[in-house]
């Protein structure tokens, strides 16, 4: 195998699209999907490539220090792609602790893990890689200068048609860290780490910061596939305030690409933010996922409308959220591929086309993939 590649929290929403990527895109490669299955993992995510030759999956803490400096020794790991993480805004509004062992103390362990087994071999950190996926969470809350929105000084791709800026300023990577919630605190904290060890010990890291992803197997949680959902089935929309809150989303797939190229071009040390300049209201998005949604199943356009409920909002809940990914672009040249309402269309399609992923993942079933398909293999 030309490279040995452990991609952790490969089972949840975004790590599957790059364990897909990676073991598709790349049969010479070692890819070891390390997850401990959380609430949010779930190995049906990964089902067409679970018999790949150059595929294997690990049930493991990343917490767990001594297995993973095990792992990456039995596998001679020379590359760590670093997802697994808690990474729901409301959940570390209720249970902050588990955020910060996992996101912080975890990410630590396989610092320390990667550290240790690569500084015992004679070549140590040459073609080795410590690559940390993080959020635009971290920079905090963006101003909303301009609530009606004007013509966006950038686009791409991703860039809807109806595409508006809600400020002036976007997240650039020199920004600095002002977290609001557990979760981006956690993330925040999680990030300095990275950078610490390659300042102390000079290992060879990488730091992405990407905005709000969507797309097939989100864990239904998060706005769009909740939403999605239940507007399929008629019931009410928790919209959070006045649902004027801002993201920037862009498609998973597109986020994958952006991880591959930077794993293999990014320059060590850096940081790069991810976004496709896609800034949405929240009420603007659901009013997009009302309309297909509707559509798509043959109803009258707009005919749920009346699902929308505001309801109390979030705490500390960030007005807006909009990256500046032109370093990206200029300097590796990745491009999204997919323009929002195209995306959109197919994460609807997606989700009305695999009711049954929906159904295991709302009733709990998908927890006993495991014991039926990996225990003993
Ligand atoms: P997710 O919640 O869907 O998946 C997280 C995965 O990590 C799950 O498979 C879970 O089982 C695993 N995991 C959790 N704790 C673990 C532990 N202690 N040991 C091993 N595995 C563990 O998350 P996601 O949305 O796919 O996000 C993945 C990463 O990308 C996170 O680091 C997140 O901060 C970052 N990110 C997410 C978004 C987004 O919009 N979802 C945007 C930018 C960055
Ligand atoms: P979410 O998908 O949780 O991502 P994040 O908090 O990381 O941005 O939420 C996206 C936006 O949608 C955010 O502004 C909160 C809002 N929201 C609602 O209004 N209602 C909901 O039920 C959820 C889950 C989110």
């Known amino acids: 195998m030309k490279r040995s590649i452990i ?5 949840g929403f975004i790590g599957s699209h790059v364990v897909r990527l990676f073991v598709n895109k790349y049969p010479e490669y070692r890819i070891l999907c390390l997850d401990s299955l959380t609430y949010a993992g779930n190995l049906a995510n990964l ?26 020794q039995e596998e001679k790991v020379d590359g760590v792609i670093h997802l697994a993480a808690e990474s729901h805004v409301d959940r570390s509004i209720k249970d902050p602790f588990t955020f910060a062992k996992t996101n912080v103390l975890g990410t630590l362990s396989m610092l320390q893990a990667a550290r240790l087994w690569w500084e015992s071999l004679p070549e140590k950190y040459e073609g080795k890689r410590f690559y940390h996926i993080s959020t635009d969470e971290v920079y905090g809350a963006l101003e909303m200068t301009h609530p009606e929105g004007v013509k966006p000084p950038f686009s791409t791709r991703a860039s809807s048609d109806h595409h508006l800026a809600y400020g002036e300023v976007f997240f650039t990577e020199d920004m600095k860290y ?5 979760y981006s605190a956690a993330k925040a904290s999680s990030d300095h780490f ?5 300042d102390t010990y000079g290992l060879p890291t990488i730091v992405t910061n990407c905005s ?5 197997y989100q864990f239904p949680e998060k706005l769009i596939p909740l939403f999605i959902n239940n507007i399929r089935h008629r019931k009410p929309l928790p919209v959070y305030g006045k649902g004027e809150n801002v993201r920037d989303w862009l498609y998973v797939e597109d986020h994958a690409r952006a991880i591959d190229v930077i794993f293999h071009k990014g320059k060590v040390a850096e940081t790069y933010n991810i976004g496709g300049f896609n800034e949405w209201k929240n009420i603007d998005v659901i009013k997009v ?3 297909t949604v509707d559509r798509l199943l043959g109803r009258p356009e707009g005919a749920d409308i009346d699902l929308i409920t505001f309801v109390t909002d979030r705490a500390g809940h960030d007005l807006r959220y909009a990256i500046d990914s032109r370093k990206l672009q200029k300097e590796l040249g990745w491009e999204p591929s997919l323009q929002f309402e195209e995306g959109i269309e197919k994460t609807v399609r997606w989700y009305l086309d695999n009711q049954e992923w929906m159904d295991n993942v709302t009733s709990g079933d998908y ?8 225990k003993g293999r």
């Open 367 to 374: 927890q006993k993939y495991y014991d039926e398909m990996y």
């Open 289 to 291: 996922l009302i309309n």
């Open 7 to 11: 991609i952790t929290g490969g089972a």
């Open 178 to 182: 002002q977290p609001h919630s557990p």
């Open 212 to 216: 709000n992803n969507y797309g097939p």
């Open 194 to 198: 990275v950078r610490a060890f390659h």
């Open 47 to 72: 089902k067409d490539i679970e018999d790949k030759p150059n595929f294997r999956f690990v049930k493991m803490d990343i917490c767990d220090f001594d297995s993973v400096l095990a792992l990456m």
